[in-house]
């Protein structure tokens, strides 16, 4: 008799569970394999030491046969929990095998039903290990051998089959071959032997699980195993509607009241669920029900395919387990099925290897002969398929790969109902179909009562999901045949594949030397998975790379100065090359600012027969430059190329290739030396003088008398020392000395300092920041001939989106991308970048981004392989100079940087000969004052402004875009024709040409991009921003001041200019404020809202002046990092720590809603430039309407209510008396203004026509549009002729009169003729009409508002989406004021044109 069922004690309860944790290892010497040959053969060879291949060579040795087990590792601990039915394990035998009993289980449907439906059917954990130790004790005893190598390949002949062997101790086992009769494929799915003659394409049941301790009592019944939970309120918004499509289940075994074991389980998809997304997905529902893991002892992962074909049937290989299909195709459950399938295989095995007499123990004749009888192996083989896989066993995989398919089909409401009918019928039915143990007859049954149980919803759905793979059912299940096909329709239908919901910036990026997922492998379990990239035990923790605030992060300022103070002993100091500039000489021109612009311009200017000097501090270049090469081969300096690359590779989702996106365009990465000096050389041959110092002053004399200009500074240079150790050591002293040089023009080329220039009054720029690393990553998985231009794979997830539109203001991460140029196969430069940031991402966030990104790619980082670190820091627009002044600039301090990208190395060195000429040209023609205004007309000229204006959109645009409205754009950016993209971002595109460009987008765009861009366009602050630019000239003309231009001296004399007091507040300053206000306004660094353009903005106070001194020209002057006033230092950073909560929340896919209400408050309160941009928000269209609304001063109280505004003014309402307002209008519809004369509201259903008028309404509207559009083209002859009027069609017959007619409007012929009207309109209509009458109803359909329904189908522009209640309902009022004025014009138009026949625009010349 078997022993009793072990139960839970309340001594075990409060164990520590130590005894059900399955450690240890196999500790058997295991016999070597003996010789064999054709005459002297292995009657069965088993591959793999699985359950399935262990438990066969156990059966067949117990028969007998001489048996030999082959396997790579014999004695390693299976890694899989196995859960089995209690009753089917006993029937095997095997119950002493059990690690723990239930004796019940449970099925939990819902949310609305937590205490599920209980089955009163015992449920056990296997005993790993003690079944291993089992099975092997055993087949050592029979005389099983094992040989611990793999097997290379089969060769059958008539009477037998030569494996070849490979592996082993040192490769051993190499060349080495085994003979046997017969060869048993147990390698799992794998699948390394066994045969199939069509493509294996099943669906994929994924889980992973934990068995752990938690650190309060988890609160689950210790007599029940939780077999299914399909509740997911506890998923945030992205996972709960992945999970709509994608259902997974909790499936728990407690042990103790602290021990237990969660696996959260995919029941079946093609392809799989990621198991970052099952991660995640479990780590939301253990928060939930307020567990909290204290140590993780072992992680599952289980993969297991489902369905599919099985192996070509009969074959010489037999197969048993996963290799040969035995995996419950709707459930995966396998352990039992397998085990019972051994002893058929195994036994009609030894029947056929005797001639059919059946075999007792070893006293068979096979044990008698020595193994030396020949046998027909082929006629074995085919016996022994039949036995495993008869008719019947055929027809019921056939049912549940049917089964399988149309669960794959289900969603989750769908999925719950059939498992709630499913569990409701007899144990004799489920259970039969759960344990591969019911009749085909039984399978009938099951989908009759199936049937008749589901509810009329269900049964639609189940019949719809059904109906594609129908044929083939019936096909199969009526010829017992084995060609079930899993394509619908028979395969003839184009595919969409199903693919498991990542959630954003969770789970693997994919290298692009790799799959872009496990399922795109041929066969996904071939290898044990062991791992996947994101950390559970760090995710349940709840602190995995938490984004920091601002204030706890290394200041930027440090980052630059780091930047700015590299050494390279590659690059020669100035001093070595150039001639030098001395204290009190004169010049014509003096350049300050010594980077590959300032060298440029040197000398270009010098090369025009003037004289030039240079002062700056003799540093080199320390800036990664990245270029285009056919860019580079224009300007002929190809040869100052480090790298060449024959393409640039994008990525804008997770979806996309992983070997990315080519552009089809080559990139280079410059020589920081080479270019150097290149440069340098230029400046030498053309005599340019130099000197290395500061500009502390500027003053610029009367240019009418001749006076030049005056520069003092500090000149800096390093002596050698004398004597003394410390020589070697320091390498020699740093002197200063002061200096005066005097020149007719100077030329600020100092980057983006700004303390030299004037420059215009107006928004602050946007920052694009990047933190890179040059490391060496042997076998990096990036080609080392293609640059990753963008890779805009999330790094970290998004910050879920409020329910609550009143409290959520559109907290969202700002995109950052990565960007790498391969040195080597060893070593390569990686970088993240944010293009464009209002509030720029901190150094110490991007780094952090970094650093996961790379995590998440399987790459890792050593420190001490580090080669150079790269804190890259541009102003992206912001105001230009103002112009004409009397200081020239070039370079980034002019503006050449590309407000909508930072690429200016280009485009300074490609300008640098034309405003040469210019500066040249106007010096000797006007003197300073002539070269000051044709040098700054070559800068911001007329055509100038607009292109700027134009790219200063575009930034402000980028500015505002979440990551996926950032993939949106780039999608169709990088799909335009190249001289269009490329144009744009090398700054080569004229102002009209920039238009095409815009035009274009528009076109190719899809309507979320188009409404985008629309928005941004009507925007208050950056469309007219845009148009000013464009009118420049006119405005110019006209003595129109455009706002924020400072009224400057312009080109005037006298007045010195003090780096340590710029003229306005130097970038870092601004940089910083902007910084720290932000965090003293809640939000996180890295972080916008939807009023992006208010947070960290605003005067909030000077900035204070470092004082120190030493400042280099890079270093921007003025106020170190956060130094100056912030506003809103007495708000408690309370705030700030919720915010960082939250955001440490979304990284860990927690609910980060208390984030978006603080945010909301701070946002509300956060100064800004009310004038410019204060309706423009995220991208949203709803910001065109409600700035309308909130400009009309209306409030919901003027419009909806007792107190409302009626059809009378009050003052004449206090006349007539309230009885004048009929009662039904209570002032709760839209546009109720008290007025029903005819009293036709309260006769009738009222809401009933509302809905009418409404929809009357807006035909109206759109039928005004429709009539103005055509007069307009025909008036103007764009389409039409004047005097063509709206309802001026015609149907015109070929003269022939045979023939197709063609369909005529305003005179002009429609393309395709009639067919628009009855293949195009009509039936568009009339399903319209019938979806919105209720005739015929969708169920994506029926829970919409019939009057407003939204969503991006019916509101594509967002109008509505984000908008608070109270500004809702005041867009309605507009909408049913608008829709009534249209009714009212449509009327008249209709009768203007039937009376006179005149169209509404006749009246015009």
């Known amino acids: 008799s078997e022993p009793a069922p072990p139960t839970a004690s309340a001594a075990e309860a409060e164990s520590d569970g130590s005894q059900y944790t399955q450690q240890g290892e196999h500790t058997f010497d295991l016999p070597e394999l003996t010789a064999s040959s054709r005459?002297?053969?292995?009657?069965?060879?088993?591959?793999?030491?699985?359950?399935?291949?262990?438990?066969?060579?156990?059966?067949?040795?117990?028969?007998?046969?001489?048996?030999?087990?082959?396997?790579?590792?014999?004695?390693?601990?299976?890694?899989?929990?196995?859960?089995?039915?209690?009753?089917e394990f006993e029937a095997l035998g095997l119950s002493d095998c059990f690690n723990k009993v239930w004796p019940k289980a449970k099925v939990i449907i819902d949310d609305e039903n937590p205490d599920g439906i209980g089955l009163d059917r015992p449920y056990a954990q296997v005993n790993r290990i003690a079944l291993k130790d089992k099975l092997l004790g055993r087949c050592l005893d029979q005389g099983v051998v094992f040989a611990s190598c793999a097997v290379e390949s089969v060769t059958h002949e008539k009477g037998g089959s030569i494996l070849a062997l490979k592996g082993g101790v040192e490769g051993a086992a190499n060349g080495q071959s085994v003979h046997s009769k017969m060869v048993l494929d147990a390698t799992g799915h794998a699948r390394k032997l066994v045969e199939f003659e069509r493509d294996f394409t099943p669906g994929y049941q994924a889980a992973f699980g934990i068995m752990c301790e938690t650190e309060e009592p988890h609160g689950f019944p210790l007599d029940t195993m939780l077999f299914m939970d399909w509740r997911d309120q506890h998923l945030d918004d992205q996972k709960k509607e992945a999970n709509n499509d994608h259902p997974t289940f909790l499936y728990a075994m407690p042990f103790t009241s602290r021990k237990i074991f969660f696996e959260e389980t995919s029941l079946v998809e093609r392809p799989g669920l990621e198991f970052d997304d099952l991660k995640v997905k479990l780590q939301q529902r253990l928060e939930s029900l307020g567990i909290k893991v204290k140590r993780v002892d072992e992680e599952e992962y289980c993969l297991i395919p489902m369905g599919g074909v099985l192996p070509t049937l009969p074959q010489r290989v037999l197969g048993v387990g996963g290799t040969a299909g035995m995996v419950h195709p709707s459930t995966g459950f396998m352990v039992s099925k397998t085990l019972l399938s051994v002893r058929l295989l195994v036994d009609s095995l030894a029947h056929e290897l005797q001639g059919g007499e059946a075999i007792d123990g070893a006293t068979g004749a096979a044990a008698a002969s020595g193994g030396a009888a020949e046998v027909d192996a082929d006629a074995i083989a085919e016996k022994v398929w039949r036995s495993i896989w008869p008719d019947d066993e055929l027809r019921m995989r056939t049912f549940m790969c049917f089964g399988a398919e149309t669960l794959m089909e289900l969603d989750i409401k769908g999925t719950r109902q059939f498992f709630e009918t499913f569990f409701q019928m007899g144990e004799d039915i489920w259970g039969g179909f759960l344990s591969w143990r019911i009749q085909p007859t039984g399978l009938v049954k099951l989908g009759a009562v199936l049937f008749f149980k589901f509810s009329n919803y269900m049964r639609f759905n189940f019949v719809w999901s059904a109906l594609p793979f129908m044929a083939s059912f019936i096909k199969n299940f009526a010829t017992a045949d084995n060609s079930f096909n899993s394509g619908k329709w028979g395969g003839m239908e184009l595919q969409k594949v199903k693919g498991g919901e990542k959630l954003p910036g969770q789970g693997p990026i994919p290298r692009p030397d790799a799959p872009s997922s496990l399922y795109n492998l041929e066969n996904p379990t071939a290898e044990p998975i062991t791992s996947s990239p994101l950390d559970f035990t760090e995710l349940v923790g709840g602190d995995i790379n938490t984004p920091r605030i601002a204030s706890t992060l290394r200041p930027d300022r440090e980052w630059i100065e780091f930047q700015q103070r590299k050494v390279f002993q590659d690059q020669s100091p100035i001093v070595d090359i150039l001639e030098p500039l001395n204290s009190g000489d004169t010049l014509d021109a003096l350049v300050v600012g010594a980077g590959p612009a300032g060298l440029a311009i040197a000398a270009e200017m010098a090369q025009r027969g003037i004289s030039v000097g240079l002062i700056a501090p003799d540093t080199p270049f320390v800036n990664n430059y990245g270029v285009w090469l056919d860019e580079f081969k224009e300007l002929g300096l190809e040869h100052c190329l480090l790298h060449r690359y024959d393409d640039a590779l994008v990525w804008f989702n997770d979806a996309d290739p992983p070997g990315g996106i080519p552009l089809g365009r080559g990139y280079g990465q410059v020589c920081r030396r080479r270019l150097r000096e290149e440069l340098l050389g230029r400046c030498k041959r053309a005599g340019v003088k130099y000197a290395p110092g500061l500009v502390d002053t500027l003053v610029h004399g009367d240019a009418d008398k001749g006076e030049l200009s005056v520069v003092t500074g500090t000149l800096s240079y390093e002596e050698e020392k004398d004597s003394g150790e410390d020589a070697a050591a320091a390498g020699g002293v740093t002197r200063s000395a002061a200096f005066e040089v005097s020149a007719k023009i100077v030329v600020c080329s100092t980057g983006h300092n700004r303390d030299m220039l004037q420059y215009e009054e107006g928004r602050a720029p946007g920052w694009q920041t990047a933190y890179g690393i040059e490391v060496k990553m042997p076998g990096h998985p990036f080609p080392p001939d293609k640059a990753v231009f963008m890779d805009f794979r999330q790094s970290d997830p998004e910050v879920p989106e409020n329910e609550d539109p009143e409290n959520d203001l559109g907290v969202w991460r700002v995109p950052s991308f990565l960007y790498v140029l391969p040195v080597d196969k060893d070593t390569v430069f990686i970088e993240e970048t944010c293009l464009v940031a209002r509030v720029q991402v901190p150094f110490d966030e991007l780094k952090r981004r970094l650093y996961r990104r790379l995590s998440r790619m399987g790459l890792s980082v050593e420190k001490e392989n580090i080669v150079e670190e790269e804190a890259s820091w541009i102003p992206l627009g912001g105001t230009p100079p103002v112009s004409p002044q009397r200081t020239l600039a070039y370079g980034a301090a002019a503006g050449l940087v590309h407000p909508a990208s930072g690429y200016s190395i280009v485009n300074s060195l490609r300008r640098a000969p034309k405003f040469a000429e210019a500066?040249?040209?106007?010096?000797?023609?006007?003197?300073?004052?002539?070269?000051?205004?044709?040098?700054?007309?070559?800068?911001?000229?007329?055509?100038?402004?607009?292109?700027?204006?134009?790219?200063?959109?575009?930034?402000?645009?980028?500015?505002?875009?979440?990551?996926?409205?950032?993939?949106?754009?780039?999608?169709?950016?990088?799909?335009?024709?190249?001289?269009?993209?490329?144009?744009?971002?090398?700054?080569?595109?004229?102002?009209?040409?920039?238009?095409?460009?815009?035009?274009?987008?528009?076109?190719?765009g899809n309507w979320e991009l188009r409404a985008l861009l629309l928005t941004h366009l009507a925007s208050a602050g950056a469309g007219v921003r845009l148009g000013e630019a464009y009118a420049y000239p006119i405005l110019k003309a006209a003595g129109v001041r455009q706002r924020g231009v400072r009224r400057g001296d312009g080109v005037g004399q006298g007045k010195a200019t003090h780096?340590?007091?710029?003229?306005?507040?130097?970038?870092?300053?601004?940089?910083?404020?902007?910084?720290?206000?932000?965090?003293?306004?809640?939000?996180?660094?890295?972080?916008?809202?939807?009023?992006?353009?208010?947070?960290?903005?605003?005067?909030?106070?000077?900035?204070?002046?470092?004082?120190?001194?030493?400042?280099?020209?890079?270093?921007?002057?003025?106020?170190?990092?956060?130094?100056?006033?912030?506003?809103?230092?007495?708000?408690?950073?309370?705030?700030?720590?919720?915010?960082?909560?939250?955001?440490a929340g979304a990284v860990a896919g927690s609910d980060v809603g208390t984030m978006s209400l603080n945010m909301a408050r701070v946002a509300r309160s956060a100064p800004g430039d009310q004038g410019s941009m204060a309706y423009w928000s995220n991208g949203n269209a709803a910001m065109v309407v409600t700035s309308a609304v909130r400009r009309t001063g209306l409030t919901a109280v003027d419009l909806y209510g007792q107190e409302r505004k009626k059809f009378l003014p009050a003052a004449l309402m206090s006349i007539a008396g309230p009885q004048v307002v009929p009662p039904h209008l209570t002032g709760e519809m839209p546009g109720d203004v008290g007025w029903d004369p005819l009293q036709m509201g309260a006769q009738r259903d009222i809401m009933k026509m509302r809905e009418r008028e409404i929809i009357h309404g807006r035909w109206a509207m759109l039928a005004t549009v429709g009539v103005l559009v055509p007069e307009v083209c025909a008036k103007l002859s764009i389409f039409g002729s004047p005097g063509q009027h709206w309802w001026n069609t015609a149907v015109v017959w070929p003269a022939s009169g045979v023939g197709v007619p063609d369909l005529t409007y305003l005179g002009e012929t429609i393309p395709w003729g009639l067919a628009w009207l009855p293949i195009i309109h009509l039936p568009l209509f009339f399903v319209?009409?019938?979806?919105?009458?209720?005739?015929?109803?969708?169920?994506?359909?029926?829970?919409?508002?019939?009057?407003?329904?939204?969503?991006?189908?019916?509101?594509?522009?967002?109008?509505?989406?984000?908008?608070?209640?109270?500004?809702?309902?005041?867009?309605?009022?507009?909408?049913?004021?608008h829709s009534r004025l249209a009714m009212v014009a449509t009327f008249g138009i209709m009768v203007e044109a039937v009376m006179w026949g005149a169209g509404p625009l006749d009246f015009l010349p």
């Open 39 to 87: 005459e002297n053969r292995f009657d069965l060879i088993v591959v793999g030491c699985g359950p399935a291949g262990l438990s066969a060579a156990d059966r067949a040795s117990s028969k007998g046969l001489r048996v030999a087990l082959v396997d790579p590792r014999p004695l390693a601990v299976w890694r899989n929990n196995y859960g089995v039915w209690v009753d």
């Open 919 to 1004: 500066v040249v040209s106007g010096l000797e023609a006007n003197g300073s004052v002539g070269a000051a205004e044709q040098g700054w007309d070559v800068l911001w000229g007329d055509e100038q402004r607009r292109q700027v204006g134009f790219y200063q959109f575009g930034m402000e645009l980028l500015m505002s875009l979440r990551i996926e409205q950032m993939r949106n754009f780039f999608t169709t950016f990088f799909s335009l024709p190249v001289p269009l993209y490329a144009g744009f971002l090398s700054n080569d595109l004229s102002s009209a040409k920039l238009v095409q460009f815009a035009l274009t987008c528009f076109m190719l």
């Open 1059 to 1143: 780096r340590k007091k710029p003229p306005q507040e130097p970038s870092f300053s601004s940089f910083a404020r902007d910084l720290f206000s932000a965090e003293a306004q809640g939000m996180m660094p890295g972080f916008q809202a939807r009023d992006w353009w208010a947070v960290g903005s605003g005067d909030q106070g000077a900035s204070k002046d470092d004082g120190d001194g030493n400042d280099r020209e890079g270093d921007e002057g003025g106020s170190g990092g956060g130094d100056g006033g912030v506003a809103g230092e007495a708000q408690s950073l309370d705030v700030v720590g919720t915010v960082v909560g939250a955001a």
């Open 1328 to 1377: 319209a009409e019938f979806l919105r009458t209720g005739y015929y109803k969708l169920e994506a359909f029926e829970d919409l508002d019939r009057m407003y329904p939204g969503g991006k189908l019916f509101d594509p522009l967002g109008i509505g989406r984000d908008v608070g209640e109270e500004d809702l309902n005041i867009l309605k009022t507009i909408e049913i004021q």
